[in-house]
C-alpha cells in the first residue's frame, strides 16, 4: 500500500544552524570601532576576521541549501508547504532582501577592511558575490513565500542549474548530518 505525504516541509532542517549574519557582524565592527589607537584596532579585527568568514561561509551556505531545497521539492508532485511562517504576512521587499543586501555590502567592503587593517590582498570570490545575487532574486520572485501554498507555487530564479535537482535532497540530508551549512559553499557548481 503507498502512503501519501501530507506536504512538503518549508525547512528541511536548517533553522537551528542559522547564525544572525547581521546583528554579529555589527556588533564585531563596533566593538573594534569602540578603540580610538589604530593598531588596537588592527589588534581587534586581527581576532574577529576569521569569525567574520565563518558567518559568512554559514550564510552563503544556508541560501545555497534554500535553493537547493526550492530546487529538489519542484521536482516532486504538487504538495502543501508545511510549516511556512511566511505565508499570510505582508510583503516588503526592502525587508526581505535587507539580510542580503548586507551580505553584498560586506562581501564588497570585506577586501578593503583586510588590506587596511592586516596589510592582506583579500579575492572576492565571484561564485559568491552570484550566489548572493541568485537568492535575493530568489527571495523577490516568490514575494517572500508570503502567498506560496504549494510546492508548484515555489519560483526558481533565471539563470539556476536544476541538473539532477530529484537528488539534491540526498546531499541536503547529508550536510545537515554535519550541522555545519557552510559545507553547502561546496556545492554551489549545482545551482551556478
Given at each position: 500500500?503507498?502512503?501519501?505525504?501530507?506536504?512538503?516541509?518549508?525547512?528541511?532542517?536548517?533553522?537551528?544552524?542559522?547564525?544572525?549574519?547581521?546583528?554579529t557582524i555589527e556588533y564585531l565592527y563596533l566593538d573594534i570601532?569602540?578603540?580610538?589607537?589604530?593598531?588596537?584596532?588592527?589588534?581587534?579585527?586581527?581576532?574577529?576576521?576569521?569569525k567574520f568568514l565563518e558567518l559568512f561561509y554559514n550564510n552563503?551556505?544556508?541560501?545555497?541549501?534554500?535553493?537547493?531545497?526550492?530546487?529538489?521539492?519542484?521536482?516532486?508532485?504538487?504538495?502543501?508547504?508545511?510549516?511556512?511562517?511566511?505565508?499570510?504576512?505582508?510583503?516588503?521587499?526592502?525587508?526581505?532582501?535587507?539580510?542580503?543586501?548586507?551580505?553584498?555590502?560586506?562581501?564588497?567592503?570585506?577586501?578593503?577592511?583586510?588590506?587596511?587593517?592586516?596589510?592582506?590582498?583579500?579575492?572576492?570570490n565571484s561564485d559568491d558575490m552570484k550566489v548572493l545575487e541568485?537568492?535575493?532574486?530568489?527571495?523577490?520572485?516568490?514575494?517572500?513565500?508570503?502567498?506560496?501554498?504549494?510546492?508548484?507555487?515555489?519560483?526558481?530564479?533565471?539563470?539556476?542549474?536544476?541538473?539532477?535537482?530529484?537528488?539534491?535532497?540526498?546531499?541536503?540530508?547529508?550536510?545537515?548530518?554535519?550541522?555545519?551549512?557552510?559545507?553547502?559553499?561546496?556545492?554551489?557548481?549545482?545551482?551556478?
Open positions: 500500500m503507498k502512503t501519501v505525504s501530507k506536504g512538503v516541509e518549508f525547512d528541511p532542517g536548517f533553522a537551528p544552524f542559522i547564525l544572525a549574519f547581521r546583528g570601532n569602540k578603540f580610538k589607537n589604530l593598531s588596537q584596532r588592527k589588534m581587534k579585527f586581527r581576532q574577529y576576521y576569521k552563503l551556505g544556508f541560501y545555497i541549501g534554500c535553493l537547493l531545497w526550492a530546487a529538489y521539492i519542484k521536482t516532486l508532485p504538487e504538495q502543501e508547504i508545511l510549516n511556512n511562517s511566511c505565508l499570510g504576512s505582508k510583503y516588503d521587499e526592502a525587508e526581505n532582501t535587507a539580510e542580503t543586501d548586507f551580505m553584498i555590502r560586506f562581501l564588497e567592503l570585506f577586501p578593503k577592511d583586510m588590506k587596511y587593517f592586516l596589510g592582506i590582498n583579500y579575492t572576492i541568485l537568492y535575493k532574486d530568489f527571495l523577490i520572485i516568490n514575494k517572500g513565500f508570503v502567498n506560496s501554498k504549494t510546492n508548484k507555487d515555489i519560483l526558481l530564479p533565471k539563470g539556476m542549474k536544476t541538473d539532477g535537482a530529484e537528488n539534491f535532497k540526498d546531499k541536503i540530508d547529508e550536510i545537515l548530518k554535519t550541522e555545519n551549512l557552510s559545507k553547502f559553499v561546496d556545492c554551489k557548481n549545482l545551482i551556478l
